[in-house]
């Protein structure tokens, strides 16, 4: 029997980013999307949807497509429905606007450079990464979802292989939890040597995730230096604790909102609203510089 990760999606907010949603999240309307992401699905005989089988990511400013397969056995999945697991499966909006607004712009150059997704998921921005030529880049999960992470960059090792750079390295995925020891452990493993960037896409939602958020803040205290470039891409919610997190990280980092969707006026109603299919999403990037 195999089972997709959207067969659960009657309990699970709508999350994946359409063609339709990618033009939504634009801050110009009349400018075609960076990436352009479809899925295709499995429906019975009166149309309705069972499950996504297929994500497709197109990069039309680079003529590259990545393909993710979504469907799995159901002894593959079930560990990661154990928990907030499941979260890790779909793309969120805050990995589509850090593609669209810091990655596929080049506002963030990332060619010749070492990459880390922290809980990436689907690890979308960091493949993005690996086709606008980072040297190397590292998509980090729980335990659980690493096989899905490593089956798909092997189903596109031929796409993350087509580069004239003998130097680039095609992503890796590794599993890394979050906690001081556990980032102390994964810095020694490289020898010590840090990631020129650090991505990380809607990773605090207490409800969800409780204060997971926390072990995500001693975790940056020990891979970022001074030198570091992290960018962190968040959906606000309510309720979401983002305050807190940036509270606490501003303890070690400089923030700078890099790009906003909102203005700080309208977010408590764009709050209120924001759980609504088709409504405005509030979605922030920040950049944070280890003092």
């Not at 909006?93 to 998921?121: F, K, M, Q, R």
């Not at 556990?182 to 990631?195: P, Q, S």
Request: net charge negative; aromatic share 6%; hydrophobic share 40%.
């Amino acid at each position: 029997m195999q089972q997709s990760l959207a067969e659960v999606k009657d309990t699970v907010p709508k999350a994946a980013a359409t063609e339709a949603e990618m033009r939504a999240i634009e801050t110009s309307a009349t400018e075609p999307p960076k990436m352009v992401v479809t899925t295709t699905t499995s429906d019975d005989l009166n149309g309705t949807v069972l499950c996504e089988d297929e994500m497709l990511v197109r990069i039309p400013s680079l003529g590259k497509s990545i393909t993710l397969e979504l469907t799995q056995s159901e002894y593959e999945i079930e560990p990661m429905f154990s928990g907030a697991s499941w979260a890790g499966s779909v793309l969120w909006a805050a990995a589509s606007v850090l593609c669209e607004h810091c990655l596929l712009n080049s506002s963030v150059p990332v060619a010749d450079t070492s990459v880390l997704e922290l809980g990436c998921g689907l690890g979308i921005p960091g493949m993005v990464c690996s086709l606008l030529g980072a040297r190397e880049v590292a998509l980090t999960e729980q335990p659980q979802l690493v096989p899905l992470l490593e089956k798909n960059l092997l189903k596109n090792a031929s796409v993350f292989a087509a580069d004239e750079l003998a130097t680039r390295a095609p992503p890796a995925a590794l599993a890394l939890s979050w906690g001081t020891a556990e980032a102390e452990a994964f810095l020694e493993a490289r020898g010590g040597k840090r990631f020129d960037t650090i991505l990380i896409c809607d990773c605090v939602f207490e409800p969800l995730y409780g204060d997971s958020w926390k072990l995500l803040c001693e975790t940056l205290v020990v891979l970022a230096d001074s030198s570091t470039n992290v960018l962190i891409a968040s959906e606000r919610r309510s309720e979401d604790c983002i305050p807190e997190f940036q509270a606490t990280l501003e303890v070690h980092f400089d923030l700078e909102t890099v790009w906003n969707s909102y203005e700080e006026a309208d977010l408590p109603s764009l709050l209120k609203s924001s759980h609504v299919q088709g409504q405005k999403k509030p979605l922030r990037i920040i950049s944070a510089k280890r003092r």
